[in-house]
């Protein structure tokens, strides 16, 4: 096992764009959660699941975004009509559970909108 | 809500000197408490952390941090600061039943020559 691993590395798209980064989190880890961070901020919660059900998700968090963990094992994080703002490091994290187990992150989808 | 509070968005500390970098946390019931650190274009790592054994918990690379409920704080520290210290440190809490984690702003930290 490779760790957390996040697709694509690196995205550019126009305002009004809509894009998908998916998540592969540790095989096993029921949890997996997403995070925004952007320059020289702490990541953002946004999202979290454990298995397949969503269980919280931030009262920041635009109806432009949605995420999905169909089968408990990868997600997707969609947002539809991107904006300037939008622009920033989206993160994924999974653990294998609660009671203060480590998250274990992935390098990140860096998005750029322009 | 759960929260933390990091004191210094930089602290720079000279090589061989003692780092010492403060988070504060917000929680009415003991929390779990984390500290990771990023390095520049690497993903976030897991220094240490704390659940609710020992109030002094050591981590990786020398690094240790002291759980104060008195203070709501979980300071982080390392005796020697080494060149390769220098990254981006974040504290982090999640409550006990609640599998949420909230990360603080960070602290950069700059090592002198």
């Known amino acids: 096992d490779t760790g957390v691993s996040q697709d694509p590395r690196h995205k550019i798209t126009k305002r009004g764009q809509n894009v998908t980064f998916r998540c592969d989190p540790i095989s096993e880890h029921n949890r997996l959660y997403w995070y925004r961070q952007t320059l020289g901020q702490g990541p953002e919660f946004l999202t979290y699941?454990?298995?397949?059900?969503?269980?919280?998700k931030s009262r920041l968090l635009s109806d432009r975004f949605s995420a999905e963990r169909p089968k408990g094992s990868f997600s997707t994080l969609e947002i539809q009509r991107t904006e300037q703002g939008d622009s920033a490091m989206y993160l994924c994290?999974?653990?294998?559970?609660?009671?203060?187990?480590?998250?274990?992150f992935g390098q990140g989808t860096r998005l750029t909108v322009v | 809500a759960q929260s933390v509070t990091q004191l210094g968005s930089h602290v720079s500390v000279s090589e061989g000197a003692l780092v010492l970098l403060r988070c504060n946390y917000s929680?009415?019931?003991?929390?779990?408490l984390f500290w990771y650190v990023q390095y520049p274009n690497q993903g976030l790592q897991l220094l240490l952390k704390?659940?609710?054994?020992?109030?002094l918990v050591k981590g990786i690379n020398g690094f240790e941090a002291e759980f104060k409920k008195s203070e709501t704080s979980f300071h982080l520290t390392k005796p020697s600061a080494h060149m390769s210290d220098a990254a981006e440190y974040f504290c982090?809490?999640?409550?006990?039943?609640?599998?949420?984690?909230?990360f603080g702003k960070g602290t950069r930290l700059h090592i002198l020559p």
């Open positions: 699941f454990q298995n397949e059900a969503q269980l919280e």
């Open positions: 982090a809490v999640s409550d006990r039943g609640d599998d949420k984690i909230i």
């Open positions: 704390y659940t609710s054994a020992a109030t």
């Open positions: 994290a999974s653990s294998a559970g609660q009671g203060g187990l480590e998250a274990f």
């Open positions: 929680s009415s019931v003991p929390p779990y």
